[in-house]
Nanobody, 122 residues
Framework: VQLVESGGGLVQAGGSLKLSCAAS????????MGWFRQAPGKEREFVAT????????YYADSVKGRFTISRDSAKMTVYLQMNSLKPEDTAVYYC????????????????WGQGTQVTVSS
């Protein structure tokens, strides 16, 4: 599975961005997907995850109510809609894939994208 993120950029606080993660390879529907982020000087942290069916999602407390993860299996793409962005959301955002149920633990993921930069100005 190869993952390519897009949609990052510079936005003012309070604004919105929608990240996309396009997957290639077969059996995409067998993989749960996650979004993680890493700010400069900080460890990578969990953002959101979604099951292979899209029926269940789970969010970090810091983004709950502001971010929405979704997937379109026909397009082999997972999305992260980010609203009410804050400067502390500034980071490189990565999508990841794993077989089986979703997880908020990064080392449980098997495949990673290259990341896309999100910068939120105050």
């Amino acid at each position: 599975v190869q993952l390519v993120e897009s949609g990052g950029g510079l936005v003012q606080a309070g604004g919105s961005l929608k990240l996309s993660c396009a997957a290639s390879g077969h059996t995409f529907t067998s993989y749960s997907m996650g979004w993680f982020r890493q700010a400069p000087g900080k460890e990578r942290e969990f953002v959101a995850t979604i099951t292979w069916s899209g029926g269940s999602t789970y969010y970090a407390d810091s983004v709950k109510g502001r971010f929405t993860i979704s997937r379109d299996s026909a397009k082999m793409t997972v999305y992260l809609q980010m609203n009410s962005l804050k400067p502390e959301d500034t980071a490189v955002y990565y999508c990841a894939a794993r077989r089986g149920f979703y997880s908020d633990v990064d080392h449980r993921y098997d495949y990673w994208g290259q990341g896309t930069q999100v910068t939120v100005s105050s």
